[in-house]
């Protein structure tokens, strides 16, 4: 049991630290309320019936996340195998530039829908 008495210890703790931060963010934290602030989905904006432009939807916001998954991914690839380089020799080579390949491929289709185009 002694192994876990630090385990236990830092669970403790952290669940100390959320309990007291919620307690402390309710009881110091700004009650100004309003009616957009308490919709479904609130981001400060009033809710319109219908989108802007006729009801169709804007797809800047999917192009955004889509980069961001990208540079994700990639780095978290790439980390593992700079680390380990030496040991996976030429199939690690060679899957390192099939994965950058596939990615690369991301970028372009991403740039050429204007994706990078920050208006």
Known sequence: MELYTPVLALALLAAGFAVFSVVMSTAVG?????????????????????????????????????????????????????????ALGWFGLLAVFLFLFNITLAYAYEWRRGGLDWD
Not at 42 to 68: D, S
Request: hydrophobic share 40%; charged share 20%; net charge neutral.
């Open 30 to 86: 700004p009650r100004r309320y309003n009616r957009a602030q308490s919709d479904a989905y609130e981001c400060g904006i009033e809710p319109t019936p219908r989108a802007i432009g006729g009801g169709r939807f804007p797809v800047k916001y999917y192009t955004i996340a889509m980069t961001f998954i990208i540079f994700d991914v990639e780095i978290m690839f790439l980390v593992p195998w700079a680390v380990h380089f030496d």
